[in-house]
């Protein structure tokens, strides 16, 4: 689990779920091997050097092993599209069904205004996240963006709309998403018994974004491979949690209803 971020039934279920026999040798990569998902999710836990990478792949080149670990990383990335699904929020129970909150991670950029993160004095970008309230689960990904992008902004290019309009669904945040009053319930906001449960589950999105962290490409330096690979590896880090909260690793639940 250290070196991979995942259980080895875990990695027996994203072998399962790439269906690597059928859908990589039809793109050219018939020679694609189960050691390849390793080296990918063990580049995605511990983003180590090019030394460690090879010691850790047997001796295999650079070459090789970046081309099996960006086939497979971004293999993981397209899982998103059946694992994290926004439709698996609990519809009913409430009007807030989602947490939401955006999680910034440090970049080798060098300075840049636009993308400065306060967080870590540095480059960064950020992601949105939402997580049901219901069950813990990952049900929603935005980004990236720049970390000089507010929170609030970021709500509103998809978020916002993807509410139901119809139930009146809000979602549940922190401090950084007023000013959608009636989509976004940030802190202070109702009864005390509606506000000691909207902290506790802006505590479990909390210790959702630090899961995802585990994985040092995300949580550890600054990320030092092209951008849009980053967006593959953050992708990839999100099912790979989910995967884990769907098979015995949940984070803790939550007891949540609205009182008016």
């Given at each position: ?20 026999q ?40 650079e ?36 947490t ?31 997580v ?78 630090s ?7 995300l ?13 593959s ?28």
């Amino acid at each position: 689990m250290s070196f991979f971020g995942s259980s080895p039934e875990l990695c027996c279920i994203i072998w399962s779920k790439l269906d690597v026999q059928n859908t990589m040798a039809s793109e050219g990569y018939a020679n694609a091997d189960y050691k390849h998902l390793m080296w990918a999710l063990y580049f995605l836990k511990a983003y180590g050097n090019e030394e460690c990478n090879s010691n850790f792949a047997g001796g295999a080149d650079e070459k090789t092993f970046r081309k099996w670990t960006r086939i497979f990383v971004e293999a993981i990335s397209y899982l998103e599209a059946s694992v994290i699904l926004w439709n698996a929020r609990v519809i009913g129970r409430s009007r807030s069904l989602v947490t939401i909150d955006g999680t910034d991670m440090p970049v080798a950029l060098g300075f840049n205004k636009g993308f400065f993160g306060v967080k870590f004095n540095h480059s960064g970008l950020k992601y949105e996240v939402g997580v049901s309230i219901e069950t813990g689960y990952i049900v929603w990904i935005n980004g990236p963006f720049r970390c000089g992008q507010n929170d609030i902004t970021i709500s509103r290019t998809a978020l916002i709309g993807a509410l139901d309009e119809e139930e009146e669904e809000m979602a549940v945040a922190d401090s950084g998403y007023k000013g959608e009053v009636h989509h976004i319930r940030t802190p202070n906001v109702g009864t005390a018994e509606e506000r000691q449960m909207q902290d506790l589950a802006r505590a479990r999105h909390e210790t959702v974004n630090s899961r995802l962290k585990i994985f040092n490409v995300l949580g550890a330096g600054y990320f030092r491979h092209d951008l849009t690979f980053h967006s593959s590896c953050f992708r990839a880090v999100a099912v790979i949690t989910q995967l884990t909260f769907e098979n015995g690793g949940e984070p803790f639940q939550v007891d949540f209803h609205d009182l008016e």
